[in-house]
C-alpha cells in the first residue's frame, strides 16, 4: 500500500563500496544445476545494523531454515556497511539480500534488487519500527527543535533510522546539518553508548534498538527521555537479484513464505518483532515513502 510521507525533489544516488563479509553455510549441496540452487550455493547478504557477532548467528538458524526448504546450501554474510551490500548484489556477488528500507532504494536503482518478503507481526501484519532522538532525562533539551548548536550520536551514513530520518526530522525543525555536531559512531548500538556514556547531548535509538538494550539490561529508559520520534517505517525486505532466473525467484519467494515464526525468530529479536509472525510478501509499493524521503533528502554519493 502505497503511504504517502514524504515529498521532494531529484534522487542522485550512491557509487557503492566494496563487500567485507563474515560468512557460513548451512547443509551439503544436492546437485548445482537445480533451479532452487543453480549455483550450489545461495549467498545471503545482511546489513550490519547490529553487532555482526550477534546477528550472525540468528541468521544462521534462518539461513539453515531456507536451506532445508530449498534443499541448497546458504552462507550468510554480513557486510562491512550499507553501501558494500548493494555494489555485492550488483556484481552478482549475493543472490539475496536484507536491506533496510532506505538501503533498499539505492539497491533498486544500483543492483535491480526485488523485495520478496518481510517480517510479519503474529497478527500476521507486517511489522515497522521508528526513529527516534533521546537526552538524558536532566537534559535541557525538551524538543528536537531545542537541539541546535548541541551534540547528536547519529548511527552509520545511510541508515533509515540511524541517520536519513533523524536528519530530515531536524530539517523540519528548522536545523540544518550546520546547525549541530553530528556524531556517526558507526552503529545503533554505538549511538545509544554514546549517549549513555554522557559523550554526546543526545541521541539517534530507533525502536528496535531500544528493545533490545533494554531486554539487555544496557539501557534504563527511566533515566532518559525521547524528544522525537518518526512516523512507522516499514520494516527490512529481503530480496533478490533482480537477474536472478525467474524460477529461482519463485521458489525463494514460497521457501520463504513457508517458513515457521520459530524459524524467524532470533532475527525477529532484533527487529523488534516480538512474537514473531510468519514472513509476508512485499513489493516496490509497501516502501514508497523510503523513495520520495530519499528524493526530498537530495542524496548523492556524499551521503553514503
Partial sequence: MKTPLFT????????????????????????????????????????????????????????????????????????????????????????????????????????????????????????????????????PIQAIGDLKGKSLALGSVGSTSGDVLPRFGLREAGIADADITMDYTGGHPEALLALTNGKVDAAEINSQTLATAIAAGTFKKDDFRQVWTSNPIPNDPITVRGDADPAFKAAVKDAFLSLEPADVAKVGEFLDVTPPGPLLEVTKDNYTPLFELAETMGLTEKDL
Fill in 8 to 139: 521532494g525533489s531529484a534522487l542522485a544516488l550512491a557509487t557503492v563500496l566494496a563487500l567485507t563479509a563474515c560468512s557460513g553455510s548451512a547443509q551439503s549441496s544436492p546437485e548445482p544445476t537445480s533451479a532452487t540452487c543453480p549455483n550450489g550455493e545461495i549467498k545471503f547478504g545482511i546489513e550490519p545494523y547490529e553487532d555482526p557477532a550477534k546477528l550472525k548467528p540468528a541468521y544462521d538458524v534462518l539461513a539453515a531454515a531456507l536451506s532445508k526448504k530449498l534443499e541448497c546450501p546458504v552462507s550468510v554474510q554480513v557486510v562491512e556497511d550499507y553501501a558494500a551490500e548493494v555494489l555485492a548484489m550488483r556484481n552478482g556477488k549475493l543472490d539475496l539480500g536484507q536491506f533496510g528500507p532506505l538501503g533498499y532504494v539505492f539497491a533498486d536503482a544500483k543492483a535491480g534488487a526485488e523485495p520478496l518478503v518481510s517480517f510479519g507481526t503474529a497478527e500476521k501484519e507486517l511489522s515497522t519500527y521508528t526513529a527516534g532522538i533521546w537526552v538524558a532525562k536532566d537534559s
